[in-house]
C-alpha cells in the first residue's frame, strides 16, 4: 500500500514540530482558499498524533482554539452554499 506523502511526513515527524505544524495549519486555515490541502494536513496530525496532543491538550489550547475557530468558520461558510 502506498502512502500519501503528507501521510509520511507527518508520521516522521517528532514531538518538537508538531505542535508547531499543527499551529501553522491552523493559522494557514483562515486565510487560504487551499482549504482541501490544509484539512489534509489537520485530518493527519490529529490522526497520527492525537494522543500525544491530548495530553498536552492544556498546553496547547490556544492552537486547539484556533484550529477550532478556522474550522467552523469554512463550515458556516460552506453551509450557506
Known amino acids: 500500500m502506498c502512502l500519501h506523502p503528507v501521510q509520511l511526513i507527518v508520521q516522521s ?5 508538531v505542535d508547531k505544524m499543527l499551529d501553522f495549519v491552523a493559522s494557514q ?4 482558499k487551499h482549504l482541501e490541502f490544509y484539512l489534509m494536513w489537520c485530518s493527519q496530525l490529529l490522526t ?6 491530548k ?5 496547547i489550547m490556544h492552537i486547539l482554539r484556533n484550529l477550532q475557530k478556522n474550522l467552523t468558520k469554512h463550515q458556516d ?4 452554499l
Open 48 to 53: 497520527v498524533h492525537g494522543r500525544k496532543l
Open 13 to 17: 515527524l517528532s514531538e518538537v514540530y
Open 55 to 59: 495530553e498536552r491538550s492544556g498546553n
Open 77 to 80: 461558510q460552506l453551509g450557506s
Open 29 to 32: 486555515l483562515e486565510s487560504s
